[in-house]
Nanobody, 120 residues
Framework: QVRLLESGGDLVQPGGSLRLSCAASGIILSINTMGWYRQGPGKERELVAEITRGGSTNYADSVKGRFTISRDNAKNTVALQMNSLKPEDTAVYYC??????????????WGQGTQVTVSS
């Protein structure tokens, strides 16, 4: 009923930048928190950054000062601007959303993931 579609993953050199985007579509009344998670090789999925509907943000310590999360409530989109990328940022990045959808219930959805590889 709701789909989160990510884009923007790519191969980039250390020190480079990428911008990930995620668009939510389907039966959506309103979206609470939207976030980005990542799962590196052999690692557990971890929170990268999240943003509330009101614009409050939270970042993992490892990305503070390098990544910026933003959202457009009117378009149901969230973006992650990633600067000064490091090899340890290599992972599959997933979009996540807490939203009110069908029957005015609260749901949590995940995107399919987009690969970010940082390598020279």
């Amino acid at each position: 009923q709701v789909r989160l579609l990510e884009s923007g993953g790519d191969l980039v050199q250390p020190g480079g930048s990428l911008r990930l985007s995620c668009a939510a579509s389907g039966i959506i009344l309103s979206i609470n928190t939207m976030g980005w998670y990542r799962q590196g090789p052999g690692k557990e999925r971890e929170l990268v950054a999240e943003i509330t509907r009101g614009g409050s943000t939270n970042y993992a310590d490892s990305v503070k000062g390098r990544f910026t999360i933003s959202r457009d409530n009117a378009k149901n989109t969230v973006a992650l601007q990633m600067n000064s990328l490091k090899p340890e940022d290599t992972a599959v990045y997933y979009c996540n959303a807490d939203l009110y959808g069908f029957a005015s219930r609260l749901y949590n959805y995940w995107g399919q993931g987009t690969q970010v590889t940082v390598s020279s």
